[in-house]
């Protein structure tokens, strides 16, 4: 595999996609904390600065296969919720139904927020493609609705956040990563 430098300038691919999750905002006192669901609309922005002979760094059919495919099996069509949230959680387990708890406080109080769950895919996406010629996850854009959206880059995670959620989440992360394995499209 031959691999051209790009003399150090970043360059950047984006990969789109949708999910629809049920969520509620805990303590809220307005119309969110109500159990309701949003389509979700998301944007995965990768940096690189070197790419194969073939022309790129990575296949877009590697990041759905991996990336976008994570979100699909994780949060598309299931609840995503705030970790004392203990009636809802309860409720989707008797249903038998996909359920994902945040995890940027541990298994302590976090609600699914835009934010706060941009931030979670944020770091599904480092580890999922940790190892992939220079390339790594640069941002993450998730609109909740069609006018109503944030931007999670890097330094949007604090340490602490990004230590809860490894701890909590790294090793199932990093078996899906292996269990999909790699592969090469040139």
């Given at each position: 595999m031959i691999i051209y430098l790009l003399t150090e300038k970043k360059q950047y691919i984006i990969r789109e996609g949708s999910f629809d999750s049920g969520h509620r905002v805990m303590?809220?006192?307005?119309?969110?904390?109500?159990?309701?669901?949003?389509?979700?609309?998301?944007?995965?922005?990768?940096?690189f600065n070197e790419i194969e002979k073939i022309g790129y760094a990575i296949d877009f059919k590697e990041i759905k296969r991996i990336g976008c495919q994570w979100i699909d099996d994780y949060l598309d069509h299931g609840m995503i919720?705030?970790?004392?949230?203990?009636?809802?959680?309860?409720?989707?387990?008797?249903?038998?139904?996909k359920l994902?708890?945040?995890?940027?406080?541990?298994?302590n109080y976090c609600n699914p927020s835009v934010e706060n769950i941009a931030k979670e895919i944020f770091l599904a996406m480092t580890l999922l493609f940790k190892g992939y010629n220079n390339l790594k996850i640069n941002k993450v854009t998730l609109w909740e609705t069609p006018n109503c959206y944030t931007v999670c880059l890097r330094e949007s995670i604090s340490n602490e956040e990004m230590n809860n959620w490894l701890l909590l989440r790294e090793e199932e992360i990093m078996i899906y990563s292996r269990d999909k394995g790699r592969i090469e499209y040139d």
């Open positions: 303590n809220e006192r307005m119309k969110c904390f109500n159990i309701h669901g949003h389509t979700y609309l998301y944007e995965l922005e990768f940096e919720l705030n970790p004392e949230d203990i009636l809802l959680i309860k409720t989707t387990k008797e249903y038998n139904s994902w708890l945040m995890g940027l406080n541990g298994l």
